[in-house]
């Protein structure tokens, strides 16, 4: 089943997304889409999914790296900065895409990816303190000894 998986990249496409992650064993709610009723999340992670397309990183790999990320802790400042270096290595095990995003530094394209899956993962913290920008510091920070 994950290797006819595909990221979906419009409303049409999310019931099979939703489908295969339904069926998981380890239920990953994070990685649910409702284009209707969360319109903006749901085109952050099509931005996140594009990236990852580009990166040639199977959905298959992305789902197991985020459901580890994730973990199942309370959510608190260990967890994230886990959850952080947890979605970067994910990028350090695969070849660079130079179409990754026009203008923009392969380094600060990921991050980006990852400041943005740290605002959709941990969404209530992130408007807590700032949203993206928080996000994009903190990825930063938390990263800094990491070769991207």
């Given amino acids: 089943m994950s290797s006819s998986l595909q990221y979906p990249t419009n409303a049409d496409e999310i019931e099979s997304w939703n489908a295969y992650i339904s069926n998981l064993s380890t239920l990953c709610s994070g990685l649910l889409l409702d284009y209707n009723d969360q319109r903006e999340r749901c085109d952050s992670f099509f931005k996140v999914f594009n990236t990852l397309q580009l990166d040639n990183i199977k959905p298959s790999v992305f789902i197991d790296h985020y459901i580890k990320a994730i973990g199942k802790e309370q959510q608190n400042n260990q967890n994230i900065s886990a959850f952080v270096r947890r979605m ?3 990028f350090l ?3 660079t895409s130079h ?3 026009e203008g923009q530094a392969v380094r600060s394209a990921r991050s980006q990816t990852v400041a943005r899956l740290l605002t ?3 969404e209530e ?3 807590k303190n700032g949203g993206m920008q928080w996000a994009k ?3 930063k920070k938390e990263t800094k000894d990491l070769r991207i």
Avoid: F, K, Q, V
């Fill in 99 to 101: 179409e990754l995003s």
């Fill in 93 to 95: 095990g695969h070849s």
């Fill in 88 to 90: 970067t290595l994910m």
């Fill in 137 to 139: 510091r903190y990825t």
């Fill in 120 to 122: 959709l993962a941990y």
């Fill in 125 to 127: 913290h992130a408007i």
